[in-house]
């Protein structure tokens, strides 16, 4: 089984910074790519980044694209989501996910693995 933990998460004012992290456990050599969502209340769950293990390919939601960076360190086995420029649409609980497609996927039905999810809240 593949477990993933997000955290830091909190409520930040508009134009701060945050920076969540993910840790992945058990059969991690299952995940090719690494990828957060977000879900807003009464919303669907939509892409934000993903990341590829391997070769460190990046792929964004162009609502987030030079605001957001996603990063991992494979030894760790840890990914992050650096978040600048924060704007109260941000708000959102921010999940990570893992898929075995070797692709910077965007699709949210390719993602079989998720965490708990950690709430972010971006105040005016």
């Known amino acids: 089984q593949v477990h993933l933990v997000e955290s830091g998460g909190g409520l930040v004012q508009a134009g701060g910074s945050l920076r969540l992290s993910c840790a992945a456990s058990?059969?991690?050599?299952?995940?090719?790519?690494m990828g957060w969502f977000r879900q807003a209340p009464g919303q669907e769950r939509e892409f934000v980044a993903a990341?590829?293990?391997?070769?460190?390919?990046?792929n964004y939601d162009d609502s987030v694209k030079g605001r957001f960076t996603i990063s991992r360190d494979n030894t760790k086995k840890l990914v992050y989501l650096q978040m600048n420029n924060l704007r109260p649409a941000d708000t959102a609980v921010y999940y990570c996910a893992g898929s075995r497609e070797n692709y910077a996927t965007m699709i949210r039905d390719n993602y079989y693995y998720w965490g708990q999810g950690t709430q972010v809240t971006v105040s005016s």
């Open positions: 058990g059969r991690t050599d299952w995940v090719v790519t």
């Open positions: 990341i590829t293990w391997s070769s460190g390919v990046t």
